[in-house]
């Protein structure tokens, strides 16, 4: 077992620009679902792109150290390149039993994702809880330092350093989200929505099989919208999603309408 080699190490950024896929809004069924019924909905969902180059403040490298070689904390230049594909579709299926709605889905935005629903539904008003995995391929640039480090169990070994220096890389990589809504029905067929979500486009914080010396931070978004279900299988809502972070240098926003289909 002493003999059996392990790597170790790490990765500082110095300038990085990473792409991140805005999740589009998700507000649940949106309608008085009956009691102890089930519902599908498949929902197209169709966005006013507002593509952003966000600088990321205050984003700093913790220290790496390795057998060798060690490098001290230092500042990090990092871009979210946030992007938003301006077709995405969806499909939900929901069961109410009583009051308590639980539900499952999956979707394209425009990379394939899981998701996972829960809350109340009432006749007046709902609230949920939802949670999503999701995978993209993504594109960054990135000039980076790196300890590699290869050692044994029993505690020896040795360190190289070097630079990832890449332009227009492309990866693939899990990103998750999740988030509480609310709804509120104040006339007939009418639906007053809100969505606050955390999405995490870089779910793991690793670069080319090194850990990276800081986090990704997280996207928050500001749904606000409207809705309306006619013909009892037809639904349209239109709203405003408002982009944010810790560290981001501005807010971003746009436009979304979605159109559903219940059965």
Known sequence: MPFFFVGCGGVQVHRGRFEAMAPDAYVGPAFAVKNDSNVRKVNVSLRIPNNKHVHLNGIENDAVEGYEYSFGPSEADVYYDLKMFPVSASFDYF??????????????????????????????????????????????????????DQGNLAGAGTSTKGV??????????????????????????????????????????????????????????????????????????????????????????????KFSFLF
């Not at 349209?236 to 982009?243: D, P």
């Not at 972070?245 to 971003?252: C, I, L, Q, R, W």
Request: charged share 10%; glycine share 10%; net charge neutral.
């Open 95 to 148: 069961t109410k039993k009583r009051f308590m709605l639980g539900g499952i889905g999956f979707g394209f935005n425009p990379y394939p994702y899981f998701r996972l629903t829960g809350g109340v539904n009432s006749s007046y008003f709902e609230m949920g809880a939802f949670s999503s995995l999701g995978l993209a391929i993504v594109s960054y640039s990135v000039y980076a330092s790196y300890i590699d």
């Open 164 to 257: 990832i220096d890449c332009d227009g890389c492309i990866d693939v990589r899990f990103n998750g989200n999740f988030g509480l809504y609310v709804n509120v029905f104040p006339f007939r067929n009418f639906t007053l929505s809100y969505s606050l979500s955390a999405f995490k486009p870089w779910l793991f914080n690793d670069l080319e099989g090194y850990p990276l010396a800081f986090a990704f931070p997280f996207i928050f978004s500001h749904y606000f919208g409207v809705g309306y279900t006619f013909a009892r299988h037809y639904q349209f809502s239109l709203g405003a999603n408002i982009h944010w972070g810790n560290n981001f240098s501005e807010k971003v926003w746009n436009l979304e309408s």
